[in-house]
């Protein structure tokens, strides 16, 4: 016989109890209950004016501004305990405490700043899926669709241009062991890259890698939808709220300490990048900072139909709606400045920025910045992230280290990890990014 639903005698699942009954749906897009009445979330997300920490004035990037303004005030009251509390609303935290939220788990996310207001906020956009299982387009796409999140997800393919022969071999090779006529991706030579894209190209490229399946979204968006949708399933959300440590307590596993009080927990989520070492003490040594520098263009006549890069990265940018385009990278002109956790323009790295549309292609007019900012990746030594459990810290959870590579993964990623919180079972595509792998070597390692 199947277990009976435990919502429909009265109380929410708790992490540990396997849930075979489907998502809820009771409750619609406004936060209230299918009776008129106010759900628990909204109740419990009773809002209070956002003070300092949760980032009044003018929004620090292009896509914070060009967002609506989100719905996630400070509540006035944080609730004295939840089963699991998310720490973070990035797009990790966003992704997992929406998981939690559907599998029926009393989840809080608590945000020291505003949902997307770090890293999350701070990219340009980009989806380019690769071949992990947690990389699931078409997981993303139904998330969209079923919730109803604007967020301008679009096919629009992905040109990366080859800086030198290495990388230009790389690409062929690439799309050599590829199986024909449906290849992944395609190695151009630069003459196809310019009909491609319809302009001249600097000739100190040697072609490109064509890849269709990229996708551009705006990043903002997708956060605050599925911070939306987590709250429409049951979650709360507190933002302007910081976590300041994790502490025994007589009521829970966990007593959460903030800055605005304390909260029992039977689970700790760190979703938060590079603020998870200071939570997590185990995570020092695995967890690095990489800093980024983009700027957003005034407007220009449409010129990018789909998004591009240099090599692997090193340079990348985007043309928008409104015409401008996103440009990031050069971190390779200033590289030990850019280990940094502070997010603070390099004006160096800005001056290769400003000058590299106008280097790359002819005629190309000159470039006019209106907005100028950084961002913070997270990375961990072999570039794979970590997600699961912390080793012996039961009830303790980690999901970070994408080190610049977080859309395409998110949803799947955030998916996984909340089976593995409900269900105690650690599915075989998280296998990988273990975070015991990377800790155990950080304890044998010779100081």
Known sequence: MEPADPRRRGRRARPGERLTHP???????DGRSRTGRPSRAEGRSARAEPGPAAGRGRPPTYWLESADPDAFAPPAVLPARADAVVVG???????????????????????????????????????????????????????????GIRAGYERRGHLALASSAEVWER????????????????????????????????????????FPGGHVIHPVRLVH????????????????TRVLGIGASARARFEVLTDRGRIGADHVVFACGLAARELAPPLRDVLTPARGQMLATAPLPPVFGFPLAVDYGSVYWRQVADGTVLLGGCR????????????????????GLDAFLPRTFPGFPPVTARRRWAGIMDCTPDGRPVVGALPGAPGRWVIAGFGGHGIPPALGSGRALAETVVTGRTPMMLESFAPDRLLREARTTPS
């Open 89 to 147: 609303a990035g797009l990790m935290g966003a992704a997992t405490a929406y998981w939690l939220a559907r599998l029926g788990v009393d989840v809080l996310v608590v945000e020291a700043r505003r949902p997307a207001w770090g890293t999350s906020g701070r990219n340009a956009g980009l989806s380019l899926n690769g071949l992990r299982p947690v990389e699931d387009g078409e997981l993303t796409l139904t998330v969209l669709r079923e919730e």
């Open 23 to 29: 998502p809820r749906r009771d409750v619609p897009h």
């Open 332 to 351: 390779g002109l200033d590289p030990d400045a850019e280990a940094s956790a502070e997010e603070r323009v390099n004006p160096l790295i800005h001056q």
């Open 225 to 240: 939808g599925l911070a939306a949708a987590a709250v429409r399933h049951g979650a709360a959300i507190a933002s302007g």
């Open 171 to 210: 690409f062929r090779a690439e799309a050599a062991r590829l199986p024909a006529p449906a290849r992944l991706v395609e190695a151009l030579d630069l003459a196809a890259c310019e009909e491609l894209l319809g302009r001249r190209i600097d000739r100190r490229f040697f072609g490109g890698r064509w």
